[in-house]
């Protein structure tokens, strides 16, 4: 079982629309999650982070997190074609504050 | 711009060759990351500084591979014999202190080596 895993996509939605993004992780003792995004060439920008149960808000973003099923979502509500990129999902190593592990990420495409 | 930065931007060598990168941290982040980035792949950690101490390394991170951050400022990361392998995005990213935020790394815009 790989670590983190997302569903590589491509993920493809209309304008407007609600984009949602799954990632499950392996290790119980994570506490720290994040979703970055990432466009063609560039490097991850953080966009959202959560670290405790349930959900998570920040503009049209909603981060979800259920520790006990050890699955993290992100919600892009309205999306826009700005919006189209690569989602990574991180988690902290348990026992570790520094140490990220990355999915591969799932490339969004929201068509106008 | 206060956000991380990293120097240079690509570097294009030969295999065999010695290659040092750049990272400067934001601000009073105390934290520094080094993580490395293939084409369709998520970054993979490679090392972690808090202030001047190396706290974690990666098993990934061959004896051809030495970071330093000796005032616990900027910090380098530097390959030795490069090999074509070692062809990829180096990343760098810092966190803010302890007590003063979480654990949100942010990333500098990357260094792209192509080994030759």
């Known amino acids: 079982q790989k670590e983190v895993e997302q569903n590589s996509g491509p993920l493809s939605v209309p304008e407007g629309a609600i984009a949602s993004l799954n990632c499950t992780y392996s290790?119980?003792?994570?506490?720290?999650f994040f979703w970055y995004r990432q466009y063609s060439g560039k490097s991850p920008e953080l966009i959202m982070f959560?670290?405790?149960?349930g959900d998570k808000e920040d503009g049209r973003f909603t981060a979800q997190l259920n520790k006990a099923s050890q699955y993290v979502s992100l919600l892009i509500r309205d999306s826009q074609p700005s919006d189209s990129a690569t989602y990574l999902c991180?988690?902290?190593?348990?026992?570790?504050?520094?140490?990220?592990?990355f999915g591969k990420g799932t490339k969004l495409s929201v068509k106008p | 711009d206060t956000g991380v930065s990293q120097n240079p931007r690509h570097k294009i060598t030969k295999r065999g060759q010695n290659v040092t990168f750049r990272c400067d941290p934001i601000?009073?982040?105390?934290?520094l990351y080094w993580y490395r980035q293939t084409l369709g792949q998520g970054p993979e950690f490679l090392t972690y500084?808090?202030?001047?101490?190396?706290?974690?390394k990666s098993r990934l991170l061959s004896d051809r591979f030495s970071a330093e951050r000796p005032k616990g400022s900027f910090s380098t990361l530097e390959i030795q014999r490069t090999e074509q392998g070692d062809s990829a995005m180096y990343l760098c990213?810092?966190?803010?202190?302890?007590?003063?935020?979480?654990?949100?790394?942010?990333f500098g815009p990357g260094t792209r080596l192509t080994v030759t």
């Open positions: 990213a810092s966190s803010p202190k302890e007590g003063t935020g979480g654990l949100e790394q942010y």
């Open positions: 290790d119980r003792g994570s506490q720290s």
């Open positions: 959560i670290y405790s149960n």
């Open positions: 991180a988690v902290n190593r348990g026992g570790s504050q520094g140490n990220l592990i």
């Open positions: 601000s009073e982040h105390n934290r």
């Open positions: 500084f808090q202030n001047e101490a190396q706290l974690e």
